[in-house]
């Protein structure tokens, strides 16, 4: 078995942030034994301390002055039952451009032998850097910062960073349930006669991808699911449009609705349910969605135009009736009247934030969500 790893900084999220060169200036971060005792008798984790203790050695910071503190925590932390594997401290100075200063990792280079499962292994620190960290080494991220921080990611790091939360007993719980980390991810490639469609999902994605159908039209709508549902999606569709788009759009839905049921799995965690108001100039969408294994389309929407550039208008309650049927769920729409771009794209909208909904996975608990017994 591959080892899984906790990186774990110091100052921040074990104890307050500050130069601690005395016994004094020892302030645990509230929860912090519990969880940390938590996550270590689980034994799912080798733990790691990597923590930046700028310039100890000089004259402002004697060595001496960072040992007796850094001692005195992890004899506490023992005493909780909270033991390290290994001890990574770089005493360097951010001028001093050090290969082991996070969020470099001069000094973590074992880790990127086969003993170590990085792919699943886990930062949690209270900087961007220790993000930035995750990233370089390819695991995942837990920022321990306040969620309402999650705009100063960038868009790289939020494919790295799993939660944002400065809570202890939040972040364990989210850690410990063991599908927490593992992204729930579908792949699927369909080929017929009329078309060859590859795509992969990932439903605990940051909203990124490519679609590429050959269709304008139908890849901008795409593109806002992929947006706003919080989704990973890369799509790639080749049909005969010489003859016309509908296999084209028709097997794009079979395709994504068959993705989403096989990422969703046994469906335990989830919402279930979701659904979205949303508005768009004059426009007014609503979409509800129920993924309850029982395939049913509501339509009420009106189009007075038959097409939006090349794209006819028909398709998109045949898209939706083709994702409703693969994906095995309900799902209901409706649109009031106005410009038919805007009608089309705030029902692809409304449909994407519907959809971030219905997947949303609850760390806390891993019930079905129906009385049924099955979903």
């Given at each position: 078995?591959?080892?899984?790893?906790?990186?774990?900084?110091?100052?921040?999220?074990?104890?307050?942030?500050?130069?601690?060169?005395?016994?004094?200036?020892?302030?645990?971060?509230?929860?912090?034994?519990?969880?940390?005792?938590?996550?270590?008798?689980?034994?799912?984790?080798?733990?790691?301390?990597?923590?930046?203790?700028?310039?100890?050695?000089?004259?402002?910071?004697?060595?001496?002055?960072?040992?007796?503190?850094?001692?005195?925590?992890?004899?506490?932390?023992?005493?909780?039952?909270?033991?390290?594997?290994?001890?990574?401290?770089?005493?360097?100075?951010?001028?001093?451009?050090?290969?082991?200063?996070?969020?470099?990792?001069?000094?973590?280079?074992?880790?990127?032998?086969?003993?170590?499962?990085?792919?699943?292994?886990?930062?949690?620190?209270?900087?961007?850097?220790?993000?930035?960290?995750?990233?370089?080494?390819?695991?995942?991220?837990?920022?321990?910062?306040?969620?309402?921080?999650?705009?100063?990611?960038?868009?790289?790091?939020?494919?790295?960073c799993i939660l944002i939360s400065d809570n202890w007993a939040r972040v364990a719980s989210f850690l410990l349930d063991d599908s927490a980390l593992a992204p729930r991810i579908a792949r699927i490639e369909r080929k017929t006669k009329e078309t060859e469609i590859a795509l992969?999902?990932?439903?605990?994605?940051?909203?990124?991808?490519?679609?590429?159908?050959?269709?304008?039209?139908?890849?901008?709508?795409?593109?806002?699911?992929?947006?706003?549902?919080?989704?990973?999606?890369?799509?790639?569709?080749?049909?005969?449009?010489?003859?016309?788009?509908?296999?084209?759009?028709?097997?794009?839905?079979?395709?994504?609705?068959?993705?989403?049921?096989?990422?969703?799995?046994?469906?335990?965690?989830?919402?279930?349910?979701?659904?979205?108001?949303?508005?768009?100039?004059?426009?007014?969408?609503?979409?509800?969605?129920?993924?309850?294994?029982?395939?049913?389309?509501?339509?009420?929407?009106?189009?007075?135009?038959?097409?939006?550039?090349?794209?006819?208008?028909?398709?998109?309650?045949?898209?939706?009736?083709?994702?409703?049927?693969?994906?095995?769920?309900?799902?209901?729409?409706?649109?009031?009247?106005?410009?038919?771009?805007?009608?089309?794209?705030?029902?692809?909208?409304?449909?994407?934030?519907?959809?971030?909904?219905?997947?949303?996975?609850?760390?806390?608990?891993?019930?079905?969500?129906?009385?049924?017994?099955?979903?």
């Open positions: 078995m591959h080892e899984r790893v906790l990186f774990l900084d110091r100052d921040g999220i074990i104890v307050e942030e500050t130069q601690v060169d005395s016994l004094e200036k020892i302030r645990y971060i509230p929860g912090v034994f519990s969880a940390l005792a938590r996550l270590r008798s689980s034994g799912l984790w080798y733990f790691a301390m990597v923590s930046n203790q700028d310039g100890v050695g000089t004259p402002s910071f004697p060595q001496e002055s960072f040992d007796i503190p850094q001692q005195r925590i992890l004899e506490t932390l023992a005493g909780e039952g909270i033991s390290f594997d290994a001890l990574h401290i770089d005493f360097s100075l951010p001028s001093d451009n050090c290969p082991g200063r996070k969020p470099r990792i001069g000094m973590l280079g074992e880790y990127q032998g086969e003993k170590y499962d990085l792919e699943h292994s886990v930062v949690i620190g209270d900087r961007l850097t220790d993000v930035q960290l995750a990233r370089n080494l390819g695991c995942k991220a837990v920022w321990f910062a306040s969620p309402s921080r999650a705009n100063e990611l960038s868009d790289e790091l939020k494919e790295t992969e999902l990932n439903l605990d994605g940051g909203g990124q991808g490519h679609v590429h159908t050959h269709i304008p039209f139908f890849d901008h709508m795409l593109e806002q699911v992929v947006r706003h549902s919080g989704c990973n999606l890369d799509l790639h569709a080749h049909g005969d449009l010489v003859v016309d788009e509908h296999h084209t759009i028709e097997d794009v839905g079979l395709a994504l609705g068959q993705a989403f049921r096989q990422a969703l799995g046994d469906k335990r965690g989830i919402s279930r349910y979701g659904f979205e108001l949303l508005p768009m100039d004059e426009v007014l969408a609503q979409v509800a969605i129920d993924f309850s294994a029982r395939p049913y389309l509501q339509w009420k929407v009106d189009f007075k135009r038959e097409y939006i550039g090349t794209f006819p208008t028909e398709m998109v309650e045949h898209f939706f009736k083709s994702f409703s049927d693969s994906a095995q769920c309900n799902l209901a729409l409706s649109v009031g009247e106005g410009n038919a771009h805007h009608q089309c794209e705030a029902l692809f909208k409304a449909f994407a934030r519907a959809l971030r909904k219905a997947v949303h996975r609850n760390p806390y608990s891993m019930e079905l969500p129906s009385t049924k017994g099955m979903l």
